[in-house]
């Protein structure tokens, strides 16, 4: 009988139960393994194999699946789950690459393909996808200047192009036409970001709003900290940030939006500087070949 997992033949074989299932609670998945593929210096049996069987497997395999076990519970259960982990660069690129032309509700869409004199004008222009008859195949859409259509599913296009030219359009309409453009859908349309302000154009950085460090190099061991914007200083191009027990005056660029944080105080600034402590020891007891494996891949 050959082995569920390589495929091999083998007259006196030692079967053995798949960890990646039966060591594993709950069994690996397909998205976990993928993940740890993605990875620099993975395996090469991950390339040709899948995540997990229901069957027994031969030794050989056995063997080859337990440092992929052990993975998973240190790279990415104990970091919580994939739910909390940021996907490879891989996975972000395959999954752009297949939902690119996805058509869901309130994406933006292209009109194109009309035939009918009466309709042939809206090819070419961009519109909002409302709902989706599933019985016709039609969506209403709401074009740029709040009108809206039904549209057959085949003259309808979505693309990453396509999303960035609505934004465009929408504000563009919004900035010319500020009493049509007043509500949509009965929501408020948002002027464009910073139209009147000093501050950069840069969502979700403003007074009062917390964010996230990152990119310092003079001060490595500060990103990752929590801070609050206070205000920006024109003269410099720096805002002011408020650490929990100290001021910063920082970049736009080393800094990430966190909307769903509480802003900082001196005791979670405590917090987070004594586990910035932990981890710089931690990462010096480490050598060079330790800390790359780490960062970047399976090797070690």
């Given at each position: 009988?050959?082995?569920?997992?390589?495929?091999?033949?083998?007259?006196?074989?030692?079967?053995?139960?798949?960890?990646?299932?039966?060591?594993?609670?709950?069994p690996?998945?397909?998205?976990?393994?993928?993940?740890?593929?993605?990875?620099n210096?993975?395996?090469?049996?991950?390339?040709?194999?899948?995540?997990?069987y229901?069957?027994?497997?031969?030794?050989?395999?056995?063997?080859?699946?337990?440092?992929?076990?052990?993975?998973?519970?240190?790279?990415?259960?104990a970091?919580?789950?994939?739910?909390?982990?940021?996907?490879?660069?891989?996975?972000?690129?395959?999954?752009?690459?297949?939902?690119?032309?996805d058509?869901?509700?309130?994406?933006?869409?292209?009109?194109?393909?009309?035939?009918?004199?009466?309709?042939?004008?809206?090819?070419?222009?961009l519109?909002?996808?409302?709902?989706?008859?599933?019985?016709?195949?039609?969506?209403?859409?709401?074009?740029?200047?709040?009108?809206?259509?039904?549209?057959?599913?085949?003259?309808?296009t979505?693309?990453?192009?396509?999303?960035?030219?609505?934004?465009?359009?929408?504000?563009?309409?919004?900035?010319?036409?500020?009493?049509?453009?007043?509500?949509?859908?009965?929501?408020?349309?948002?002027?464009?970001?910073?139209t009147?302000?000093?501050?950069?154009k840069?969502?979700?950085?403003?007074?009062?709003a917390?964010?996230?460090?990152?990119n310092?190099?003079?001060?490595?061991d500060?990103?990752?900290?929590?801070?609050?914007?206070?205000?920006?200083?024109?003269?410099?191009?720096?805002?002011?940030?408020?650490?929990?027990?100290?001021?910063?005056?920082?970049?736009?660029?080393?800094?990430?939006?966190?909307?769903?944080?509480?802003?900082?105080?001196?005791?979670?600034?405590?917090?987070?500087?004594?586990?910035?402590?932990?981890?710089?020891?931690?990462?010096q007891?480490?050598?060079?070949?330790?800390?790359?494996?780490?960062?970047?891949?399976?090797?070690?």
């Amino acid at each position: 009988m050959p082995c569920a997992a390589c495929g091999q033949e083998a007259g006196v074989i030692e079967w053995k139960w798949d960890p990646l299932r039966w060591e594993l609670d709950p069994p690996c998945t397909q998205a976990e393994w993928k993940y740890l593929a993605d990875a620099n210096g993975a395996p090469e049996v991950m390339e040709t194999q899948q995540c997990s069987y229901m069957n027994k497997i031969c030794r050989g395999c056995y063997n080859s699946r337990l440092p992929i076990m052990a993975r998973v519970k240190t790279r990415i259960r104990a970091n919580g789950g994939l739910e909390e982990m940021q996907p490879s660069l891989k996975m972000r690129k395959d999954y752009e690459a297949a939902h690119d032309a996805d058509l869901i509700k309130n994406r933006p869409a292209k009109i194109d393909g009309l035939q009918s004199a009466s309709a042939a004008h809206l090819n070419g222009q961009l519109c909002r996808l409302v709902s989706r008859d599933a019985e016709s195949l039609r969506w209403t859409v709401e074009l740029v200047g709040g009108d809206q259509k039904s549209i057959k599913e085949s003259n309808l296009t979505a693309s990453k192009d396509i999303d960035l030219e609505w934004e465009v359009s929408r504000q563009q309409y919004a900035a010319s036409n500020p009493a049509d453009a007043a509500q949509t859908d009965g929501k408020p349309v948002a002027r464009p970001l910073g139209t009147n302000t000093s501050w950069p154009k840069v969502k979700g950085i403003h007074p009062g709003a917390v964010v996230r460090l990152q990119n310092l190099v003079a001060k490595q061991d500060l990103n990752g900290r929590k801070g609050r914007c206070i205000s920006f200083d024109t003269e410099v191009g720096r805002w002011k940030v408020d650490l929990g027990d100290e001021h910063k005056s920082l970049k736009v660029e080393n800094l990430v939006p966190a909307p769903g944080e509480k802003p900082p105080t001196r005791q979670s600034a405590e917090a987070e500087k004594a586990a910035g402590d932990a981890e710089a020891l931690r990462r010096q007891a480490l050598d060079a070949r330790q800390r790359h494996a780490e960062d970047y891949g399976w090797d070690s």
